[in-house]
């Protein structure tokens, strides 16, 4: 795609404004809406466009990091990814193209799609390549009343779908119009919870379309008289909702799979069992880049969610789950993640874990098996490390991870720490319902 076949499909498409998009550091859209006219000056000059990586979800100033006193208060100038340029099915008249950042000519080092796309660009230089989807789950109330879409504790049933099938079955129509080919949508363990799943991508892409799922299904909802929320924990005695990775690991040009190896005990590659040791070497401290508020550190408390650094074959009690399905079909699910989790930081993450465990050539620990549950203690590999679920111990064990912090860069993770000690301020206030001001609506 180049600047002047987009500006020659404006006519045909009946665009009229271009919307220029980028995720915070909290995975929601910040955008500036330009009328067509402008896209091609835009598009080549830039975009001017003021920092939000030192702001928190309702744009309250994080102090204390870098972005205090520098990026986060002036403008950026940011120039668009323009294979990214899609027609929005569900806005009149707009199509969005996904923007990053420059700072004195300079790429923004912490803006998460910067983050992750340089992940991604060493995984190739190594010689891989990574085919990754986002499962996030999400809750749909209504705007008004502020109840959920129903009140029924009934998994995938169909009845319970049908109820809402006009938003859910608008959102299936949406999402396809923007290249998210949905495989399948259902309702969840808890009243007024879905999720909807769709087929992976390669490299930076997979990213890109969580960001458009999450953001596509807020608007539509918000359109139709309704929110969703991807907080991950927007009430206590229900189930949180979380965003499993799903992803496998192929050759730099994504032609031969390289997960899955018949004649293994464990069912894979030597490269793919090393991978899995790099991702439970690191879950301690990827955690927080997955589940990365204090939100979402409640999910963690949960049945079905990881509370070690395990991995079994079909098993949901673990961190990883490895699903053999063949040379093409196997792939690794893993279970830490929660919905309110940035996609770019979250698959960030996954592949700086994996790559360490690649070039460490890292052994892999013995299994849990699948008629066993890692939450029982004897199952469990001695030397087994927990899964933190305190705000500052989760970003001491960060901290103190030399790969994960080297890997995403001292930008991002002194901009990442910041905005986790706000939050900390936030709780230690005790202000009434400050979670759900701070993540319901915007989230």
């Known amino acids: 795609m180049d600047v002047q076949k987009i500006v020659s499909s404006f006519e045909a498409d009946d665009i009229a404004f271009v919307r220029f998009e980028q995720t915070d550091l909290y995975g929601i859209a910040r955008s500036r809406t330009i009328p067509a006219r402008h896209f091609k000056e835009k598009a080549v000059k ?30 950026a100038v940011c120039f668009p990814d323009l294979d990214t340029y899609q027609v929005l099915p569900w806005s009149k008249r707009t199509a969005r193209i996904l923007i990053e950042p420059t700072y004195k000519g300079k790429l923004v080092e912490a803006q998460p799609r910067v983050v992750a796309r340089r992940q991604l660009d060493k995984l ?113 005695d229900v189930s949180a909702s979380g965003c499993h990775f799903c992803h496998s690991l192929w050759d730099s040009q994504g032609k031969t799979p390289l997960l899955y190896d018949a004649s293994s005990h464990t069912g894979l590659t030597l490269v793919g069992e090393h991978w899995v040791a790099g991702l439970l070497e690191h ?43 063949g040379n093409e079909g196997t792939y690794l699910e893993n279970r830490l993640g929660a919905s309110g989790c940035n996609p770019y930081i979250a698959l960030a993450a996954i592949v700086a874990a994996g790559m360490d465990g690649i070039n460490r050539k890292l052994p892999l620990p013995p299994c849990v098996k699948d008629i066993d549950n890692a939450y029982n203690p004897v199952h469990i590999p001695p030397g087994t490390a927990n899964v933190p679920t305190n705000m500052k111990e989760v970003m001491e064990t960060l901290q103190m991870d030399d790969v994960i912090t080297s890997a995403l860069g001292e930008e991002f993770i002194d901009c990442f720490l910041a905005a986790k000690r706000h939050e900390i301020l936030l709780q230690e206030n005790n202000e009434e319902n400050w979670e759900q001001n701070l993540f319901f609506e915007t989230m």
């Open 283 to 325: 879950t301690p401290a990827i955690s927080l880049l997955m589940g990365p508020t204090i939100n979402c550190l409640k999910r963690y408390l949960e049945a079905f969610t990881p509370s070690n650094a395990t991995w079994g074959i079909d098993n949901r009690s673990c961190a990883v789950r490895v699903k053999l399905n």
């Open 124 to 236: 190739t230089e190594m010689g891989y390549s990574l085919m990754s989807a986002h499962e996030h789950e999400f809750y749909l109330v209504e705007k008004e009343s502020r109840k959920t879409i129903d009140d029924v504790v009934n998994v995938r049933s169909t009845v319970r779908l049908a109820a809402c099938e006009d938003i859910v079955y608008t959102f299936l129509d949406g999402l396809a119009g923007v290249g998210v080919d949905v495989e399948c949508a259902e309702t969840e363990h808890s009243p007024g919870q879905l999720e909807i799943t769709y087929k992976p991508a390669f490299g930076i892409r997979s990213a890109d379309n969580a960001h458009t799922y999450k953001t596509g299904i807020k608007e539509m909802a918000v359109k139709n008289g309704f929110i969703a929320t991807f907080m991950s924990k927007p009430y206590p």
């Open 46 to 75: 830039g975009l001017h466009f003021k920092g939000h990586l030192g702001y928190d979800p309702q744009t309250n100033f994080i102090g204390n990091s870098a972005y205090s006193a520098g990026v986060g208060k002036f403008d």
